[in-house]
């Protein structure tokens, strides 16, 4: 089992930056890497950024490539996304994953364990 807990969220102006944390535990080891996704009112839970472990890869969807970094704090064990230049249309509830499948970065379907989830309000 992993259990991850996001922290970090909260409400930010347009332009403006945040960070979010997700602090795994357990065994941490059998998964290929991490992700993050965001779910906004109405809409499907979609892919925002991943990085895998074996390769060190990032991936990263269109909507926030150039903005949003996806990084890993071995010191602190906790996987960040560093959001800046925020738009409205980034308000969502972000979940950070652990990804259990070999392939299919950006699909819902590869990851086995989700945080509970941290909500970013981006005004205008």
């Known amino acids: 089992q992993v259990q991850l807990v996001e922290s970090g969220g909260g409400l930010v102006q347009a332009g403006g930056s945040l960070r979010l944390s997700c602090a795994a535990s357990?065994?941490?080891?059998?998964?290929?890497?991490m992700g993050w996704f965001r779910q906004a009112p109405g809409k499907e839970r979609e892919f925002v950024a991943a990085l895998s472990w074996s390769r060190g890869t990032t991936d990263y969807a269109d909507s926030v490539r150039g903005r949003f970094t996806i990084s890993r704090d071995n010191a602190k064990h906790t996987t960040n996304l560093q959001m800046n230049n925020l738009k409205p249309e980034d308000t969502a509830v972000y979940y950070c994953?652990?990804?259990?499948?070999?392939?299919?970065?950006?699909?819902?379907?590869?990851?086995?364990?989700w945080g509970q989830g941290t909500q970013v309000t981006v005004s205008s």
């Open positions: 357990g065994r941490a080891f059998i998964t290929y890497g």
């Open positions: 994953a652990a990804r259990t499948g070999v392939s299919g970065v950006t699909l819902r379907s590869a990851y086995g364990y």
